[in-house]
């Protein structure tokens, strides 16, 4: 993606709370929001464009001989004698079954591992619908800022109590000029499983999202020229079934930095077990996502996306080494599981090093990038 210039990261002489830094990524989204420290340092992240992020998946997909499957809805899991043998989806071609050997929930929902019988939780948490503005003067924008703070944050102030609440940054700059996405507004009372409540998400959502729109064209210095370009395909839900797994992760779990010998996956500085993907009563079953096994508590605070990626990873890796080595993916090998994933450029968790906040691949990255 950032070859094709719609990807863009500080480079590792960048990260920290240098002022110079902070000016030039604090917009694009590219700090470590838990710090207490102000101004919150500049870390390796990256911001990206959506599509560019789906072409890029798709290659990676077809170079790697994956027989891919779109446009088909899960509707039910197949489960005999406690062990998963696939699941039923539904197609424009009708209905159609899909077995495996080992199947990953991947839903964020926990919908397979629920159809299965797995033990799992409810939680809620806010519901977002994401969207995008163009035609956004954003040095004009971050000049206002910059000389205006009183003013700014005046405005700020207001625009987050239209949209019901915001992270920091309700707007972050992207790879495209004159684009910018909105991780809000925040709908707090949704059940995320609920057709009636998600349905209420999006006309809120909208109507909200217009409302903030017609106020910042009058109001705010570099968006008198904006439009909205798109709002996410689907509402963005942070929580709803988590896996009661081999392992529950609690918050001081989280809160410690805990680690774990069976380590698979890490967020910015937290851990995940392999049993944390493992459900507890059901065979030839993994989860990845953000329904992993957790408090509601302790998911709140460790729900990014990276780390889901890294989990998705890590079963991907062991339902692989199982198949390999004719075992259940219960009974997989975990060094040799951690080990693989280091071969691929992940990090575990397992190890610890002079700096356990940056991952070897960015460090890597970041020489080869700079």
């Known amino acids: 993606m950032s070859a094709l210039g719609l990807a863009e990261y500080p480079r590792q002489h960048e990260w920290g709370t240098l002022p110079e830094s902070v000016r030039r990524w604090k917009r694009w989204g590219t700090y470590d929001f838990h710090s207490k420290t102000k101004p919150h340092p500049i870390c390796f992240a990256a911001a990206f464009d959506p599509d560019a992020w789906k072409r890029t998946s798709l290659e990676m997909v077809l170079q790697a001989g994956i027989e891919l499957r779109l446009h088909s809805w899960f509707s039910r899991t197949l489960v005999e004698d406690g062990k998963v043998k696939g699941v039923v989806c539904e197609t424009k071609g009708g209905r159609e079954a899909i077995l495996g050997k080992v199947v990953i929930d991947t839903t964020g929902d926990l919908d397979v591992a629920a159809s299965a019988g797995a033990p799992h939780i409810s939680g809620s948490y806010i519901v977002t619908t994401v969207f995008r503005l163009g035609g956004v003067d954003t040095e004009e924008a971050e000049r206002f800022e910059r000389e205006e703070p009183e003013a700014w944050q005046a405005l700020d102030r207001e625009i987050k109590h239209m949209l019901g609440g915001a992270w920091e940054a309700w707007w972050l700059k992207t790879p495209l000029p004159g ?39 009058a109001k705010l210095p570099g968006f008198s020229k904006c439009a909205l370009i798109d709002m996410a395909p689907q509402t963005g839900i942070r929580q709803t079934r988590l896996l009661e797994g081999a392992y529950v992760m609690t918050k001081e779990d989280v809160a410690q930095r805990t680690r774990f010998e069976d380590s698979v996956a890490r967020g910015r500085d937290y851990y995940y077990p392999y049993r944390t993907l493992l459900p507890r009563s059901v065979e030839n079953l993994l989860v990845a996502g953000r329904h992993y096994s957790a408090t509601s508590a302790a998911q709140k605070i460790s729900r990014e996306i990276p780390p889901c990626m890294a989990m998705g990873e890590a079963t991907g890796t062991a339902a692989a080494l199982a198949l390999d080595a004719g075992v259940t993916v219960r009974e997989v090998d975990i060094a040799k599981l951690q080990k693989t994933l280091r071969a691929q450029g992940a990090d575990p968790g397992d190890q610890k090093g002079p700096n356990a906040d940056v991952p070897t691949i960015a460090r890597s990255f970041t020489k080869e990038a700079a």
Request: hydrophobic share 40%; aromatic share 6%.
């Open 179 to 217: 684009v910018v996405w909105c991780n809000c507004p925040h709908m707090p009372g949704l059940d995320g499983l609920k057709v009636s409540d998600l349905t209420r998400a999006e006309v809120q959502g909208r109507a909200t999202i217009q409302k903030v729109i017609d106020f910042v064209r």
